[in-house]
T-cell receptor, first 114, second 107 residues
Framework: DSGVTQTPKHLITATGQRVTLRCSPR?????VYWYQQSLDQGLQFLIQ???????AKGNILERFSAQQFPDLHSELNLSSLELGDSALYFC?????????????FGPGTRLTVL | KNEVEQSPQNLTAQEGEFITINCSYS?????LHWLQQHPGGGIVSLFM???GKKKHGRLIATINIQEKHSSLHITASHPRDSAVYIC?????????FGTGTSLTVIP
């Protein structure tokens, strides 16, 4: 158990809908990262937050948004869902936002868009 | 455009064999991570490297910054090592992942 929690574990929804994925980092970790893992694209970095502020942005679509709240939990919002958004979404946390820090991964949320 | 290339894609080994997984990258990096993804999907960080070599138990990771290459070695492989091993490179604030090496260790 990494100490990072993600909810829900599974999510099935329809095209055009909007969903919110939630991540709680390990106690004491200030940085949260979001990743998408699909069968055809592999793992991709979406976005990083550090202590409530956006720190780095990767291949995140405009239909997707995220935020980190004062209690350090983070939410990833996916809207106007398409079939291609079906994937595993992982969040990870680290003590600070440095690339030299070990990241601890949550168990992931499996999103299926029908 | 693939910033990170891993080889081999798939690897089957007999228990006890010495295993090497390679990662080559094309960008300048701050750090490189090796990740292990279990059959159930969970991801664990194995190593962070910015130079040299690190060892943890039966796992050894090396990096050559000049040649833009890293290797992950598993000594005395065991069936519980069966997993997908993923290399991730970090140029500044971005993360680029290899497609992974699927390892199966047969008893």
């Amino acid at each position: 158990d990494s100490g990072v929690t993600q909810t829900p574990k599974h999510l099935i929804t329809a095209t055009g809908q909007r969903v919110t994925l939630r991540c709680s980092p390990r106690s004491g970790d200030l940085s949260v990262y979001w990743y998408q893992q699909s069968l055809d694209q592999g793992l991709q970095f979406l976005i990083q937050y550090y202590n409530g502020e956006e720190r780095a942005k990767g291949n995140i679509l405009e239909r997707f948004s995220a935020q980190q709240f004062p209690d350090l939990h983070s939410e990833l919002n996916l809207s106007s869902l398409e079939l291609g958004d079906s994937a595993l979404y992982f969040c990870a946390s680290s003590v600070v936002g440095s690339p030299y820090n070990e990241q601890f991964f949550g168990p992931g949320t499996r999103l299926t868009v029908l | 455009k693939n910033e990170v290339e891993q080889s081999p894609q798939n690897l089957t080994a007999q228990e006890g064999e010495f295993i090497t997984i390679n990662c080559s990258y094309s960008v300048g990096i701050s750090a490189l991570h090796w990740l292990q993804q279990h059959p159930g999907g969970g991801i664990v960080s194995l190593f962070m490297l910015s130079s040299g070599k690190k060892k943890h138990g039966r796992l050894i990771a090396t990096i050559n910054i000049q040649e833009k290459h890293s290797s992950l070695h598993i000594t005395a492989s065991h069936p519980r090592d069966s997993a997908v091993y993923i290399c991730a490179v970090i140029p500044l604030d971005q993360f680029y992942f290899g497609t992974g090496t699927s390892l199966t260790v047969i008893p």
